[in-house]
């Protein structure tokens, strides 16, 4: 294991995880998508509880996060591999979205950072290589096939477009590396902006700054896409890929730009691969890795062999060799993955480090709760073992998660409780309290689960009568107030006005005064010693736009109807399992059932809606925390009831 690698390898059911984190800060972030631009929120400046309010400026970047992400290119220089471009599928951004991002993966700590935003055209299934302490980046697809050809400055992180006065032809999917051989770099075949799939060579020399065709001989490959190329010994090697037919191609060919006589010869294959990238190790094996099991051919004797397969089969990776392995990044199998992971090749082995599966893995309904710099996270819905479509079932793990907000690094507190979903969780005088909720099979979960943070016991007492489900719940100067939802077993037909207060020092329940409304699924913010109360659904699946303030010196209720934006525009109220969360006196209202990926801000002192950046993704089911100014959001479904990844958004 190399020196500072911080325990990997690890194992399939032992991943050390970073998290995914998207920011909002109060200055320019420039690894913010070109897609969410810096918001100004004017507000005017007035003393609140003796706290000045006044412009909020915010914009979003992302840490220790590669999205779901698949064909992007990947090339290693100095021991860390720069990942650049690909479709982006993520709740935060359109689906199947062509980027220019770039992130670097260390291979040292296995920590990955975001770059950010490249000043060229955003593009997928493009090529690259590392030559002359540059990476290079040559075509690819946006809305139409590139001919651009650019180089990044590994160590000024400069990028020049290179070859301006020539052209080659536009193509992508051409290979995925671009091949150096005798300082020239090399592409083949792919597929132009008419669709054709190409048979062409052509070649960019960097002293001359000029494009050329290369001659393919009387014996050449037929044309193709999506093939496997690499190079070793001066010569330019292609296998594999896909003919104009759409049929694989079980060819490996070797191209020698030197020679007088037949350029190209046939070495043969041994199966067919499509979408699969050539990764050359330093004892002249190159390894040909996505796709199902990974192949592996020797350089001096041709002899190929079969290694064991990869987490899972499909393509669309980018992948880089370093240092005895072959790192893989994001895949394609229906969507793109945010997983990364490595071929240990001495082992002939795959390892996974982050991303996909995490410690805590992708979830909705879930509780969760801020306390003294950390997040803490358990329960609710969850993603089969690989695969992000909706799977229904409950998580069956009882495991109370922690993630820390200032190293980013999530670990497990303690396994013991019951799992369920739709209940709430808030974090008093170290001690954690979850209430309510329906556990597995949607049996009823009566009680209040409470974990002591100092000795990590749980203890366990009952619910308010008939316990609750699809309530929502505030802490307020160490007393929990729970509204509406309904009753276990009972359905939301039978959905519930009253409020409980439980107090988290005497452990105590106090009946309060029911609501004006039997709701469930809706959200709530305290506030000023009121709890303001946002849509939901009725006994009847009826909605409503109104806001209900509890006031909680009083014990009394008032129904108040929001004002409009100045474009007289504002919430639809028609949505129930959305975001509640505030800044000061503003109330953030996000997401929710119908797939809305909207978010409001309600002007707690003049009740006036805004609406804010929609950043937060569509679907119901995210939950929410707040500490020190700031909001943290996980999970919910997202793309018609797929699960998010686990990304946490923090918001400032």
């Not at 507000?43 to 992302?62: A, V, Y």
């Not at 990776?317 to 990044?329: E, K, L, M, V, W």
Request: charged share 15%; hydrophobic share 35%.
């Amino acid at each position: 294991m190399p020196v500072g690698f911080s325990g990997f390898p690890v194992s399939v059911t032992q991943r050390k995880i970073p998290t995914n984190l998207f920011q909002a800060s109060n200055d320019f972030c420039k690894t913010a998508d070109a897609n969410m631009p810096a918001v100004k929120w004017p507000m005017p400046s007035k003393n609140i509880d003796g706290r000045m309010e006044g412009t909020l400026e915010t914009s979003w970047t992302e840490f220790w996060c590669l999205p779901l992400i698949s064909n992007s290119s990947a090339v290693t220089y100095n021991g860390k591999i720069y990942i650049f471009g690909g479709l982006i599928r993520s709740n935060f951004y359109a689906d199947n979205a062509p980027t220019n991002r770039m992130w670097v993966f260390d291979t040292n700590d296995g920590s990955i950072t975001e770059v950010g935003i490249q000043p060229i055209t955003a593009r997928y299934h493009h090529a690259a290589c590392v030559y002359d302490n540059k990476m290079w980046i040559f075509g690819g697809y946006n809305s139409s096939a590139l001919s651009d050809l650019w180089s990044y400055d590994l160590i000024t992180g400069d990028w020049i477009q290179r070859g301006v006065g020539s052209s080659c032809p536009a193509r992508h999917r051409c290979g995925r590396n671009l091949v150096v051989v005798n300082g020239k770099i090399l592409v083949y075949g792919g597929i132009d902006e008419t669709g054709t799939t190409l048979g062409s060579i052509w070649q960019y020399d960097p002293l001359t700054d000029l494009w050329s065709g290369l001659d393919n001989g009387s014996v050449f490959p037929s044309n193709r896409r999506d093939h496997s190329s690499w190079g070793y010994n001066n010569k330019f090697y292609m296998a594999f890929g896909t003919n104009s037919g759409g049929s694989g191609l079980a060819e490996c060919w070797e191209y020698d730009p030197a020679s007088a006589g037949t350029k190209w010869t046939s070495i043969g294959a041994t199966t067919t691969r499509s979408n699969a990238v050539a990764a050359m190790h330093d004892d002249g094996k190159v390894y040909f890795v996505g796709s199902g099991n990974h192949l592996m051919m020797n350089m001096t004797t041709k002899v190929w062999l079969t290694g064991c397969a990869n987490y899972e089969s499909g393509g669309e990776i980018a992948a880089s060799y370093f240092n005895g392995r072959i790192y893989q990044f994001g895949m394609n199998v229906g969507y793109g993955r945010s997983m990364i992971e490595y071929l240990e090749i001495d082992e002939d082995r795959y390892y996974a480090i982050t991303q996909e599966e995490r410690v805590w893995g992708s979830r909705s309904n879930h509780q969760m709760c801020a306390y003294k710099g950390k997040i803490y996270v358990m329960g609710g819905r969850g993603t089969s073992r690989y695969n992000t479509e909706w799977s229904g079932g409950l998580f069956q793990d009882c495991t109370l998660y922690e993630f820390d907000t200032n190293t980013k690094k999530t670990k497990v507190v303690a396994n013991g409780a019951d799992n369920c979903e739709w209940g709430t969780m808030h974090a008093f005088n170290d001690k954690i309290f979850m209430f309510g909720g329906s556990g597995n099979g949607s049996r009823p979960t009566l009680t209040i689960r409470i974990f002591d943070l100092n000795t990590h016991q749980w203890a366990f007492l009952p619910m308010m009568p008939g316990g609750s489900i699809f309530h929502s719940s505030v802490l307020w100067n160490g007393v929990v107030y729970v509204h509406g939802g309904y009753e276990a077993n009972t359905g939301s037909s039978n959905c519930l006005a009253r409020m409980w207060a439980f107090d988290c020092t005497s452990m105590k329940w106090t009946k309060l005064a029911d609501g004006p409304r039997m709701c469930y699924g809706h959200g709530a913010f305290a506030y000023n010693n009121k709890i303001y109360h946002s849509f939901g659904a009725d006994a009847s699946g009826s909605y409503s736009d109104n806001i209900f303030v509890y006031n909680i010196l009083s014990d009394t209720w008032e129904t108040i109807t929001p004002y409009a934006d100045a474009t007289g525009s504002k919430p639809s109220g028609s949505r129930y399992a959305h975001e509640v969360f505030g800044w000061r006196n503003q109330m953030f209202i996000c997401s929710g059932s119908g797939d809305r990926g909207d978010c409001w801000e309600l002007n707690l002192n003049n009740m006036t809606w805004r609406q804010a950046t929609g950043i937060f993704g569509t679907g119901p089911g995210r939950r929410s925390c707040y500490e020190d100014n700031v909001a943290y959001i996980l999970g919910g479904r997202v793309l018609h009831y797929i699960p998010a990844p686990e990304v946490i958004s923090r918001y400032s």
